[in-house]
């Protein structure tokens, strides 16, 4: 799993901005549309930070935080450290024990702390381009497709369903649509080449 600060920052500034608003709106109308994607939330907070002082790092994968002297001290893959009074982390709490010291990692409430023992899950994605005359007419953009008959949400048992809007040629060329298609999937099964090489079939 890829932990990077431009993640975390995204994460935790969309849901500090935008949880209400988008929640109540959600429930009451379903899955909304974002033109050109859901990383133009990303960039549009970034384009925020950076027109009010603020500085946005992208492309860094958070490997390690420590605690010194009242401030967090964040390492990343690249051997560039950068210090904070707050650090929003949106790693899974089973990550949290690789990129913590010990020591910080110890002062979790046991509750969390057992959290880390449970199973991952992720998701599969496959990403398609398809022409538009392929598609029939007034195609949903968001379906949800369940396979099990128990309504089960387990892998291979669902698949979430995001299309382009035929007018967002931000994400398409003109006659084109992309299609997004993810299950969830059990980590555990997926952990060797040869695993995922035949399960992605």
């Excluded at 849901?15 to 109540?24: F, I, P, Y």
């Excluded at 990129?99 to 959290?115: G, H, Q």
Aim: hydrophobic share 35%; aromatic share 8%.
């Amino acid at each position: 799993m890829k932990r990077t600060l431009q993640g975390t920052l995204a994460t935790a500034l969309f849901a500090a901005s935008l949880r209400n608003k988008t929640l109540k709106s959600k429930s009451r109308e379903g899955a909304f549309y974002v033109k050109g994607g859901l990383y133009q939330v990303a960039e549009r907070l970034q384009t925020y930070i950076e027109n009010h002082g603020g500085k946005a790092i992208k492309g860094r994968e958070a490997v390690r935080i420590e605690r010194k002297d009242n401030r967090w001290i964040i390492h990343d893959h690249r051997d560039n450290s950068y210090d904070a009074f707050h650090v929003v982390c949106n790693v899974p709490v089973q990550n949290l024990g690789t990129i913590l010291d010990e020591d910080v990692y110890m002062k979790l409430t046991p509750k969390l702390r057992a959290k880390a023992k449970l199973p991952q899950w992720g998701t599969y994605t496959m990403y398609l381009a398809v022409k538009e005359e392929d598609l029939p007419n007034n195609l949903s953009l968001f379906q949800q497709i369940l396979l099990s008959e128990q309504g089960d949400m387990t892998e291979a048992e669902h698949i979430f369903v995001s299309i382009s809007h035929p007018n967002d040629e931000k994400r398409a060329p003109k006659g084109y649509r992309t299609i997004t298609a993810s299950t969830h999937i059990e980590l555990n099964k997926w952990q060797t080449k040869e695993a995922y090489d035949a399960k992605k079939q």
